[in-house]
């Protein structure tokens, strides 16, 4: 099969290093890619929301297969458009992938599925938000309805902040996703994944696997896309992954499909453990990354023929194995991350990271440069690990990292502290 993977992050690059080994491969193809990427697919310089293009590419190289990586080409409907055109595609068709790209769907996905989430209200305007906010009170989480990069979710401590949020979404400081709002109540406990491939009926659980959103060690300071990742994690127990998958995964699955919208792709819930059991924060349409850059060096299945299966609707009778060792995965970002940063600066030994056994140093946001690799993004490298415990990927995966030479970078030194 000739494959077509879609995007250009980390993720994309563990998914076409994991579809290289496939045996069912024949060419593998990336838009736009990276320079590591390279390394696995060529890589073709198109915008994977120039869908006209992205057709034609795949005519003219005879793409059989489309996997779709990031959400936006999701949210807007690539993989409508691809099978429209008779190219099967990987990822949820647009009106699935709702369930990422508008919180108040979700939100009320939950509510016509009894799935638990927070209680939340919808608002348009600021006399609205301001009604909620003040008949609710304080602390209040103030999101923009649509997709705003990680970025549009406020966490308020006083009412003055909610407040200040809402104005500022409403004021266009996420563009149209800022143009209406979810206003919901505060929930405390400890955050979880689920993850699952899903075919439009049948929910096929994936390993577990957990993020550190914020920017600074101890889990502090402002919320980025991801600054490392580990698998397993211990905080998802066999009890909870199918607590998540009874109570909340299948029941939107169900939902979606009653309501024309059938699901097929990556179902990715955040969870908030609290203390009257697991609820929903949110859902993405796709792979985590880095989550995702943890859980392909752990899978032993053919990940082309597990995603052919979920596009065909036959999860029913599949299975999937995986190594039992761990994996740990520490992103290094260029200095700045999650705010403003410089790009160009020069990366050296890669390689000498990657002769270490069970290393692999996934590009989150890199380019070709005169004599070797130029920084070229927030997050730029995923330095992942095997070990046969959290401990010992997480210690290989740091003596990685101090191998790499490249002054205008950071990392979080603590990744995968719960589970170790
Ligand atoms: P979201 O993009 O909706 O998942 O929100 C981003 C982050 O904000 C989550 O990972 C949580 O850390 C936090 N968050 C979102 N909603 C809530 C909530 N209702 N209560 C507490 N924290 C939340
Ligand atoms: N790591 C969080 C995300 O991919 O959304």
Redesign the pocket.
Known sequence: MNVLVVGSGGREHALCWRLAASPLLGGLWCAPGNAGIENEARCVALDPMDFDGVVAFCREESIDFVVVGPETPLVAGLVDRLEAEGIAAFGPRAAAARIEGS?SFMKGLCARAGVPT?AYRHAVSLAEAEAVITAWGAPL?V?ADGLAA?KG?V?ARTEAEALDAARAALGGAFGEAGAALVI????EGE?ASYFALVDGETVLPLETAQDH?AAGEGDTGP?TGGMGAYSPAPAMTPALCEEAQERIVEPLVQALAAEGASYTGVFYA?L?LTADGPKL??VNARFGDPECQVLMPRLRSDLLAALVAARDGELADYDLRWHADAALCVVLASRGYPGAYAKGSPIRDIDAAEALDGVTVFHAGTRRAEGGIAAAGGRVLGVTALGETVSAAQARAYEAVDRIDWAEGFCRRDIGWRAV
């Not at 919901?184 to 929930?187: F, H, R, S, V």
Request: no cysteine; proline share 0%; net charge negative.
């Open positions: 919180k927070a989480v999101k990680g979710v966490l919901e109540e505060m929930l955050e959103k919320n955040g908030m924060l949110e």
